[in-house]
Every structure is written in structure tokens, then in C-alpha cells.
């Protein structure tokens, strides 16, 4: 391939780049509502919940399982990537292993896609009060919840995290968006 081919390959693949929104934190922090609504309020987004990557009855969360699951989304993503209806992405998953992370961020730019990971938090408090109120989520046990306030710590030394604590669903995805 000459030179002005590759320039003009490379121009057209900075225009097919579609924006990857990863939405990562505790379980209950919001990352599903948000992402929801991102998804809802910009024509042609496609909305990911990672744990359908990851639904297997009863679940186990292992290696080989995050691994597939991983797997899983960077394939919906490059699938995505190709679809001219499509204009950006939304991912929204629980990742508290720096790997998996990195294995995200690296297959998505492998997909010429443009990533941008925020970690959602909040207090104890505004966590225990999502919770109590989400009655749909089969994981909202007190149990659970104990994990996820137990991880709250490790999600807020996150780089790019938003404290979404007392903030409307609307002002988060405006901070995420810029609009």
C-alpha cells in the first residue's frame, strides 16, 4: 500500500471511530441508570450491561468466566464498531480488577474505537438508600450490599471517578457527556 493510501485509510478509520462510554463502580452506585439514560438521550447508542456477558445460572465469577465475558463485550463492541446506525457505545459493568480493565481499554482501541472509562461512587448512605429502593435487581441482598459498601474504598482511588452523591441522573450523564 503507498503512502497517500495509507493516509487516506487512516482518515477514514479517524472518522469511523466511534466514542466507547464505560461506566465502572460498585454494584448499586447508579451505573445502569445512568448509562440507560445516556443511551436514551443520544440517537443511535448502543447500551452494553457487561454482566449480560457474564450470565450464567447460578454465577460464577472466575477467571475463565471474566475472561469469556470479557471476550463477549469487546466482540458487541466491534460489532458496534461496523454498524453505520450506530454512533457510540455505553458500557456499564462492575470491573475491580485492574486487568480486566486494561484488557477493555486496550481491545476496544485494538477496535479503532475511542474509550472513556468513568468510575461512578457515592457515600455509604446514598449507596444503602439506591439499594433499598432498587427492587428490580436480583443482587440487592443484604449481603451483597455489604460487599459493595466494603468496595467503595477501592472504587474511589479510581482514576476518573464522579461522586454521584446527591446528584440527579441527568447531572451525571451531563458531566459524562459535556452536555
Not at 86 to 111: F, K, S, T
Amino acid at each position: 500500500m503507498n503512502r497517500h493510501m495509507k493516509l487516506a485509510e487512516d482518515e477514514m478509520n479517524k472518522t469511523n471511530q466511534k466514542k466507547v462510554i464505560i461506566l465502572n463502580g460498585p454494584m448499586g452506585v447508579g451505573k445502569t441508570t445512568v448509562g440507560k439514560y445516556i443511551a436514551d438521550h443520544n440517537s443511535g447508542t448502543a447500551f452494553i450491561d457487561g454482566d449480560w456477558c457474564l450470565d450464567i445460572h447460578p454465577f460464577v465469577g472466575n477467571q475463565e468466566t471474566r475472561a469469556m465475558a470479557v471476550d463477549n463485550i469487546l466482540h458487541m463492541i466491534g460489532n458496534y464498531q461496523k454498524c453505520s446506525e450506530c454512533n457510540m457505545v455505553v458500557l456499564v459493568w462492575l470491573m475491580d480488577d485492574p486487568q480486566v480493565i486494561q484488557q477493555i481499554m486496550e481491545g476496544i482501541a485494538d477496535r479503532n474505537a475511542l474509550p472513556e472509562i468513568y468510575t461512578l461512587i457515592c457515600d455509604r448512605e446514598e449507596l444503602e438508600r439506591r439499594w433499598k429502593a432498587d427492587n428490580q435487581c436480583e443482587w440487592r441482598t443484604d449481603e451483597w450490599l455489604n460487599v459493595s459498601l466494603k468496595s467503595l474504598s477501592a472504587f474511589s482511588a479510581m482514576e476518573n471517578t464522579i461522586d454521584t452523591t446527591g446528584l440527579s441522573v441527568e447531572s451525571v450523564a451531563g458531566m459524562i457527556t459535556g452536555k
